[in-house]
């Protein structure tokens, strides 16, 4: 339930750099796989969210990014399948997160007004 209150963290820093609520377009988020983040469940309260807030109903383009680490073994750069599992190369547990935990907004298309 978590995501209702980052939709409603996305929606304020978007309103914030905008000045005051503008019809949106489409926005693109970027979410990892140990952010504990529900991309559907985002979806579904962003999408809520906007409309109370004035933004309309954009469309939510979700990039689900990969979970990378750095062994502190043997340096291999790998992609972590579960969080449990050792380095694929060496086996040691002992590594640097590189990505995964991202919650990110990469950019918000805004709606074009065209007055006729």
């Known amino acids: 339930m978590h995501e209702l209150s980052i939709a409603e963290g996305i929606c304020s ?4 750099r905008l000045g005051a609520p503008k019809k949106l ?11 504990g983040v529900s991309a559907e469940s985002l979806e579904f309260w962003f999408s ?11 469309e939510i383009v979700i990039n689900k990014t990969r979970a990378q680490a750095v062994c502190s073994n043997c340096k291999l750069v790998y992609e972590i399948k579960s969080f449990y599992s050792g380095c694929p190369k060496c086996q040691s547990v002992e590594r640097t997160m590189e990505s995964g935990f991202e919650c990110n907004i990469d950019s918000v298309e805004l709606e074009e007004q065209i007055n006729v």
């Open 48 to 58: 809520e969210i906007s409309k109370e807030k004035g933004f309309g109903d954009p």
């Open 25 to 35: 377009y489409r926005i693109y988020l970027s979410i990892g796989p140990l952010s």
């Open 13 to 16: 820093a978007i309103e914030k």
